[in-house]
C-alpha cells in the first residue's frame, strides 16, 4: 500500500527561526504535491503545492524543496512566527487513482514566542 | 468565499445506532470526499464521489456508506455505530482535475458510546 511518511511528528521552534518538515514517499503519480496547514477546530487548509518536476517552490515565508532521486520532499517555514503553529500535512498523489492523495500523518508545529 | 458546511460539529451516538454526517459546498466541485481524521494517522480516506450518484471506496470503507443525490451534497452513513468508528470526520471537495486542492470543512466530532 502505497504511503507517505512525515517526520517529525511534533515540532518546537523558537521565533525568527526556521522550521522544517520532511516527507519520504514510495511509488507516486506525477502530479502536485500539496502541504496543508491546520490550526485546532478547523479543517485542513491548502498551504503551497509544487509538481515534481520543480526542484523548488517559494511563496513568501514558505518554501517547498522537492528530490525525486530521493523521493523525499519538504516544507520550509523561515523567520517562524507563533501564527504558525499548527499541524501541517504533507501529501501525495495516489499512484492508482485519479483523485486520491495518500496523506503524512501530520507535524504538531509549535512556535514560542 | 469558498464554502463547505458540515451539518454538526459535535456528535454524541449510542453503539449500534445509525448516523447520518452530511456536507455541502457551494463552489459547485465535481469531487467530494469524505475522511476520517485520527491521531498520528493523518487522513484516511472513507469514499469519493467523482460525480452525482458516483462513487469510490477509498482506503477505509468498511462500516460506511455514501449518498450524492446533488452535486453540492455529499452524506456519510453509519449503518451501525461502533466505538471504533469514534472519530473526526472532515468532508472536502475539489474540481474534478485539482484533487490536490481540495476545500475542507470544519470537522465534525463523532463520540460513539
Known amino acids: 500500500q502505497q504511503q507517505v511518511k512525515q517526520s517529525p511528528q511534533s515540532l518546537i521552534v523558537q521565533k525568527g527561526g526556521i522550521s522544517i518538515i520532511n516527507c519520504a514517499y514510495e511509488?507516486?503519480?506525477?502530479?502536485?504535491f500539496p502541504w496543508y496547514q491546520q490550526f485546532p477546530g478547523k479543517g485542513p487548509a491548502l498551504l503551497i503545492a509544487?509538481?515534481?518536476d520543480v526542484s523548488e517552490k517559494k511563496e513568501g515565508r514558505f518554501t517547498i524543496s522537492f528530490n525525486k532521486s530521493a523521493k523525499q520532499f519538504s516544507l520550509h517555514i523561515m523567520d517562524s512566527q507563533p501564527g504558525d503553529s499548527a499541524t501541517y500535512f504533507c501529501?501525495?498523489?495516489?499512484?492508482?487513482?485519479?483523485?486520491?492523495?495518500?496523506w503524512g500523518a501530520g507535524t504538531k508545529l509549535i512556535i514560542k514566542p | 468565499d469558498v464554502k463547505v458546511t458540515q451539518s454538526s460539529r459535535y456528535l454524541v451516538k449510542r453503539t449500534g445506532e445509525k448516523v447520518f454526517l452530511e456536507c455541502v459546498q457551494d463552489m459547485d466541485h465535481e469531487n467530494m470526499f469524505w475522511y476520517r481524521q485520527d491521531p498520528g494517522l493523518g487522513l484516511r480516506l472513507i469514499y469519493f464521489?467523482?460525480?452525482?450518484?458516483?462513487?469510490e471506496k477509498g482506503d477505509i470503507p468498511e462500516g460506511y456508506s455514501v449518498s450524492r443525490e446533488k452535486k453540492e451534497r455529499f452524506s456519510l452513513i453509519l449503518e451501525s455505530a461502533s466505538t471504533n468508528q469514534t472519530s473526526m470526520y472532515l468532508c472536502?471537495?475539489?474540481?474534478?482535475?485539482?484533487?490536490?486542492?481540495?476545500?475542507f470543512g470544519p470537522g465534525t466530532r463523532l463520540t460513539v458510546t
Open positions: 509544487i509538481r515534481p
Open positions: 472536502a471537495s475539489s474540481f474534478r482535475d485539482s484533487y490536490y486542492e481540495q476545500y
Open positions: 511509488n507516486t503519480a506525477f502530479d502536485y
Open positions: 464521489s467523482y460525480d452525482v450518484k458516483m462513487k
Open positions: 501529501a501525495a498523489p495516489a499512484v492508482d487513482s485519479n483523485y486520491q492523495l495518500i
